[in-house]
């Protein structure tokens, strides 16, 4: 059992506006972690949000994703580097279904948002020497 | 010492064995109550009455063993903290001196394991009570009689005393990491490296642990002296003549238990009062470091000023009302006398009140500790980074703390403490009234269910107070990743920074 298992179980059953803080707080603390320990918290996270029920995961990682959204570029970047990298640590259904809610999570912006935010991530993939998937 | 470890991680499932042993026993005990006239007097009345005398009890033993598992597992994770966060700071050359864990810290966990032993060695008795009572042996059932049960309870001042323990091991180590982390940060980040100054007495209320031992020699002393003396007593003389200590013995042992749970409700106090320090030392520190104004932190629960009232009103209820019936009824022996047993489990309905309003007051501040974690050690970060805080980001309010209470498990506990008080009213009431109208088959009906009745309530609250320990272990693994991993990352950017 993950130790932050209870905790995201919690923030889920939190009122929006809890959960937006505490997440905004947590996501801040592990962009200004050291690269090796943000990959590992990340794998924690996701790998947390994955045991929740289908919908609450879901809207879970819209939350989580809509955040980074207003994060300073850096942030940004330094918290989805260690989302691709943390891959590696994780289930690779976990892996991909959280992937695929993070980029239907997406679809809600508007297209030019959309757009940055795919381009970043094929940057990431090619940076990391990594193939990026198909998301369909 | 593997293999208590590896004991002390299954304590949901000594939670819900022993809440099946209590359920079995009320089941047994309506079949009982249902057949009493076509049993009477046969072999499955000696079984089932001596059964429900001691397997509720043996029930209950493996409800507080699962709870005291939960305080162990709670324990290790608060040391496992500690411990991370003091081999992070030593890489930043920042050593402390770590206190010295007093003998109930090391012991709880063997007091929790030999007190479950005895229990299920007055399970023993218990078995071979009903086989010398189906071959009719008078003199040996009789002090099998005397032993058993006060054995059981001997049991129960090690169980409640080894959970009491362990939630004072809670204190010391929760009040060390308190006073220890902002301390820490703060020389982190100012490179003051003098070794601090920690004193044991500060970290918790002496009296309590003074308070507890007393507790468990009154539980204990059902069975020595008292049940020692009876048997004794019975065997030279042979006689069933009441001893002076016949009628007050099992309400010493009472007395005991409700010292205990006062003792416990003042623990879990310190414990509220400690994770409140947390918040409010971790963010005194963050303005200091950062320069940013002090956010205080919300204010104390009013429910928390009911916790220490329910304890005092709940220990002076047994110890004024049913210790002094009980020894006026020792001398004069009166109806009134079958108001003593049930009436008691009035005053652990209020006492188990208290608890559970103290628990739900931990998850409270645990969620909110939770909250707050992460926020300022992001904030540390970025003062030792050398960066610009965002106060974009908003901090975290919580007028309305109360809505982050886990009410369905307090609402357990209060719908265990009615069945608990129903046994008094209107059961033993009611016995009361059948007994001085003549209506001895009614009067024992009543006896015979009040006892398995009133065990699943006292089974419920424990279940209850086993899962509000449950979720509190979820928590307390959730500050454990906070903490661990906010401390590395302020040592890594300190140690980085001096490079």
Sequence with gaps: MNEMDDMIKMLAESPDEQRKSMLTQRLKMIAGQPDEQRVKSIAGLVSSISKLKDKKMKGFIKARTNLLSTFPEEEGKAIMEARIKASKLLDEKVNKTDLMATIEATKEWPEDKQKTFMEHLKQIFVKLGMPMPEFK | ?499
Aim: hydrophobic letters at 55%; proline letters at 3%; one cysteine or more.
């Design chain 2, 1 to 499: 010492m593997m293999m208590i470890d590896k004991l002390v991680k299954r304590y949901k499932e000594a939670l819900f064995f022993g809440s099946f042993l209590v359920l079995t026993s009320l089941g047994l005990g309506i079949y009982r109550t249902i057949n009493e006239a076509t049993i009477q007097s046969t072999v499955t009345e000696i079984v089932l009455s001596r059964f429900l005398e001691i397997v509720p009890l043996l029930g209950l033993g493996f409800l507080k063993l699962g709870i005291g598992f939960a305080i162990a597992t709670i324990v290790k994770r608060l040391k496992d903290t500690g411990k991370q966060a003091s081999e992070s700071f030593e890489k930043a050359g920042i050593e402390g001196e770590e206190v010295k864990q007093p003998f109930y810290a090391r012991y709880f966990v063997n007091f929790l394991v030999i007190g479950i032993l005895i229990e299920l060695l007055a399970t023993l008795l218990m078995i071979a009570w009903i086989i010398v009572g189906i071959y009719d042996y008078e003199v040996a059932s009789e002090i099998l009689h005397i032993l058993t049960v006060p054995l059981e309870g001997v049991g129960v001042a090690l169980l409640i005393g080894g959970i009491a323990f362990g939630l004072a091991t809670i204190v010391l180590n929760l009040g060390t990491q308190v006073t220890l982390l902002p301390k820490r940060l703060s020389k982190l980040v100012k490179k003051n490296k003098e070794v601090e100054d920690l004193k044991l007495q500060e970290m918790l209320p002496r009296w309590n642990i003074g308070l507890t031992v007393l507790g468990m020699i009154f539980s204990a002393s059902g069975f020595f002296p008292f049940a020692i003396i009876r048997a004794s007593y019975y065997g030279s003389i042979g006689s069933t003549e009441p001893v002076p200590f016949a009628l007050i013995w099992d309400t010493v042992i009472f007395v005991g238990i409700a010292i205990m749970l006062f003792s416990i409700s003042f623990w879990l106090l310190k414990i509220i009062s400690w994770l409140r320090a947390q918040r409010s030392e971790l963010g005194k520190t963050v303005s200091e470091l950062s320069g940013e104004k002090v956010v205080p932190i919300e204010n104390e629960l009013k429910i928390s000023k009911i916790v220490p009232r329910l304890a005092y009103s709940g220990l002076i209820w047994m110890l004024i009302f049913f210790f002094v019936l009980a020894l006026i009824n020792s001398q004069i022996p009166s109806v009134m006398g079958q108001l003593i047993k049930p009436g008691r489990a009035i005053s652990l309905a209020i006492l188990f009140t208290g608890i559970g309003l103290a628990l739900l007051i931990i998850v409270i501040n645990l969620k909110l500790t939770a909250f707050m974690l992460p926020e300022s050690f992001s904030k540390i970060v970025t003062v030792i980074k050398g960066e610009k805080i965002d106060h974009n980001v908003n901090a975290i309010t919580m007028s309305k703390s109360l809505k982050l209470a886990p009410m369905k498990l307090f609402w357990g506990m209060i719908v265990g403490a009615l069945i608990t008080l129903s046994g008094t009213l209107p059961f033993a009431i009611l016995r009361m009234i059948n007994t001085t109208q003549g209506n001895i088959q009614i009067a024992d009906t009543f006896e015979h269910i009040i006892g398995p009745w009133v065990s699943t309530g006292v089974g419920l609250i424990f279940l209850m107070i086993g899962l509000f320990f449950s979720t509190i272990v979820g928590f307390v693994n959730a500050r454990k990743a906070i903490i661990t991993e906010g401390v590395e990352s302020c040592v890594y950017y300190s140690v980085a920074e001096k490079k």
